[in-house]
């Protein structure tokens, strides 16, 4: 029984004994018998309470203690939280407890099984030291390193979002292996092969994730030395893709290997061509055309992201300008902002920059800037709107209903249009939930004064439906495909043609 258990079972059997002998002594004596008899109670009850709290203090103390860190350290076990090399605690029972956190917090962690091979000595001291020391420099600090025998180190990487992650580790630790160490007078030349593993994917207990992380190292020796594998071969495959796509993305801009299309917006009452959007693809040397869904990601990954959103603003506003200056259809151009872009306190002031390098009127710029994007910090992005708002561009929500923003926020907002999500528009007109949907965006966006967008039309039926709905404006393959320069030119000579 625990020790303040029993101090309150002790303190109420004194007031038990108490009320008894007080109800004897009123009944045989007098009222006066009940005072005596209550201070010795009440002094007895709190001299057991005094020996309680203070006896005990201290292990409440380390309770609370313990308590507080459990709380405060809520990701990985204190005894992962360096990438020191340690062999006071083993691996395993290390692995075991974040295979238990990983459980909870539906984490991802990956086990990197690394053999070296040396003409050295290895069980020299200082070579160990200087291995680990360069090992260590390529992890992060929630990361651990132990060395698990003569030539064999193990990493735990705790909490890497997705398995190919791992791929960029494993990179960075076979580099450090290619240079030779100086020992003493001695140079000393390393080669590497890596084994990875990954939980959940490649199995849930400690001994299966090092069994599985050292049969795709010996997997690896197969195929030469400075080689990393991970045990399943559908991540190996993806991680490899990864890693060719980062190593040349830095590149894409410089290689003129980004190509930027232009999908035309159709207004429904005036039966033409109001606007383009901006679509981007990666014109790859050897992969061919990618779309963004393929490096996106990995450029908000690297932080190319920035870069990447700055070229395509401003060729876009380019382009838009030069179709001014032919005398072409002068409408607006749409250029979709990514988190980072639109959260960079730098971004107004580049967006000027690029509106008075180019010419561009402002009125012919649109920006789109998903649901989502607002969402994740409603102030900030509403005064960030307001920012760029006063540049004089024009703003829109794009996937407009995949997030939660309500009529009080988007009113807020300094925007001229909202785009339905096509995951709405592909339901229409035969699925009830999307008409119904569909039907009430449509109206809550015109009861706020604002045009409506419908992306992803893609048949006749959805936009005879859009239509009889008074949507705005249409965006879909089934009037266009998105165009190159040259094809949206030849729209815009057409449209001429009818004119005159």
């Known amino acids: 029984m625990k020790s303040s258990t029993k101090a309150i079972i002790s303190i109420v059997i004194i007031w038990l004994v108490f009320l008894a002998v007080t109800s004897i002594d009123i009944i045989r004596h007098s009222l006066h018998s009940y005072i005596p008899l209550t201070i010795i109670a009440s002094l007895l009850s709190c001299l057991i309470l005094y020996c309680y709290l203070f006896k005990n203090q201290p292990t409440l103390s380390v309770e609370n203690e313990s308590l507080k860190n ?3 350290q809520d990701t990985i076990p204190q005894e ?4 020191s090399q340690t062999n006071t605690i083993s691996f395993n029972q290390i692995l ?12 991802v962690f990956a086990v990197l099984d690394i053999h070296l091979n040396s003409h050295g000595n290895l069980k020299n001291d200082e070579l160990l030291n200087k291995i680990s020391a360069r090992f260590k420099k390529q992890l992060r600090t929630e990361d651990l390193l132990i060395k698990n025998n003569e030539n064999d180190f193990l990493v735990l990487l705790d909490n890497i979002g997705k398995p190919k992650f791992a791929s960029s580790v494993a990179e960075k630790i076979l580099s450090a292996c290619e240079l030779p160490i100086l020992l003493g007078s001695e140079e000393i030349s390393l080669a590497a092969n890596i084994g990875i593993s990954i939980y959940p994917n490649d199995g849930d207990t400690a001994d299966t ?12 020796k197969y195929t030469g030395k400075f080689i990393y594998k991970f045990y399943s071969d559908d991540v190996d495959t993806e991680a490899r893709e990864y890693i060719k796509l980062k190593q040349s993305l830095s590149n894409a801009i410089k290689n003129n290997e980004l190509v930027i299309l232009y999908q035309p917006k159709f207004h429904i009452k005036r039966g033409n061509i109001i606007g383009v959007e901006a679509l981007l693809r990666w014109n790859h040397p050897q992969l061919g055309m990618l779309s963004p869904s393929k490096f996106i990601p990995l450029a908000e990954e690297t932080g190319l992201i920035n870069q990447i959103g700055e070229w395509i603003l401003r060729e ?31 971004f107004t ?17 649109e920006l789109e800037i998903t649901e989502k994007t607002v969402m994740d910090d409603l102030d900030a992005a509403t005064d960030i709107l307001q920012k760029i708002k006063s540049t004089g561009v024009q703003l829109s929500i794009d996937h407009f209903g995949t997030g939660y923003t309500s009529i009080s926020h988007l009113k807020r907002f300094p925007i001229n249009t909202v785009k339905i999500d096509s995951s709405f528009i592909k339901g229409i007109p035969h699925i009830p939930n999307d008409v119904a949907i569909t039907n009430a965006f ?18 006749e039926d959805q936009m005879q439906y859009l239509t009889s709905q008074n949507c705005d404006i249409i965006q ?17 000579k057409k449209i001429m043609d009818k004119v005159l």
């Open 80 to 83: 992962l939280n360096s990438s």
């Open 349 to 365: 002031s580049y967006l000027t920059k690029v509106l008075s390098d180019t010419g561009m009127n402002p009125n012919f710029l």
């Open 70 to 72: 459990e709380i405060k």
């Open 476 to 492: 879909g393959f089934f009037l266009s495909k998105p165009l190159n320069e040259e094809e949206i030119i030849l729209e815009f």
């Open 316 to 346: 876009a506003c380019k382009a838009n300008k030069h179709w001014q200056d032919e005398n072409y259809e002068h409408i607006c151009v749409g250029v979709n902002l990514s988190p980072k872009q639109f959260y960079d306190p730098m």
């Open 442 to 459: 449509i109206s809550l966006v015109h009861h706020l004064g604002l045009e409506v967008v419908a992306e992803g039309v893609e048949t």
């Open 209 to 220: 994730l090092l069994k599985n992380a050292h049969a795709a190292f010996e997997s690896s």
């Open 96 to 107: 075991t407890k974040s295979i238990s956190h990983a459980k909870r917090h539906h984490k």
